[in-house]
């Protein structure tokens, strides 16, 4: 996992092949992996796939890193439902499965459910993200919980830095 981040982080080039096979010991080793080294782990391989499949990638490496990324975030969804999961880490691994083509039902329920339980957590910028990675996967615009979180953008975005609730102008401190 460190050596992931490292490669991501410091935008060292990858082969895809070698992705592969490191998603392949990934999928191999994932009753290993905790919920928050299973999303750090996937992000990063999200981000070396991203940046080097143009260069080299084939249907097989998608297909790999897509088993990886669905069996390490099996727990990653279910703590999410169960309320347990903070929402940067929630965000890291709903992009994670959408750039390694691995959004699934259990992604759509953990963002269902986070939307749900703790809606008025959620600020604008994180209800965003969660309606481009929706759209990514091909929700319909006229789905429950894209509606549910295009109202929180709409009223994050109707309540300014300096506005209340009601439209006014709100005291600066």
């Not at 935008?11 to 905790?34: G, K, N, P, W």
Request: aromatic content about 6%; some cysteine.
């Amino acid at each position: 996992v460190s050596l992931l981040r490292t490669y991501a982080r410091w935008q060292i080039a990858f082969e895809c092949e070698h992705l592969r096979r490191v998603a392949d010991r990934m999928y191999q080793t994932r009753s290993q992996f905790d919920v928050e080294s299973s999303v750090s782990a996937l992000y990063s391989l999200g981000l070396l796939m991203q940046r080097n499949s143009v260069r080299s990638s084939r249907e097989e490496h998608w297909q790999a890193v897509a088993r990886a990324a669905h069996s390490l975030c099996q727990p990653v969804w279910r703590e999410a439902i169960a309320g347990d999961l903070e929402l940067p880490t929630l965000l890291k691994a709903v992009e994670a499965c959408v750039t390694l083509r691995a959004d699934s039902d259990a992604l759509l329920a953990a963002i269902t459910s986070v939307v749900v339980r703790r809606r008025e957590e959620l600020d604008y910028p994180t209800a965003a993200s969660l309606l481009d990675f929706l759209s990514a996967m091909g929700v319909p615009p006229d789905d429950d919980v894209v509606l549910a979180l295009q109202m929180v953008t709409r009223r994050q975005s109707s309540v300014g830095p300096n506005r209340d609730l009601e439209g006014g102008s709100a005291p600066l401190p």
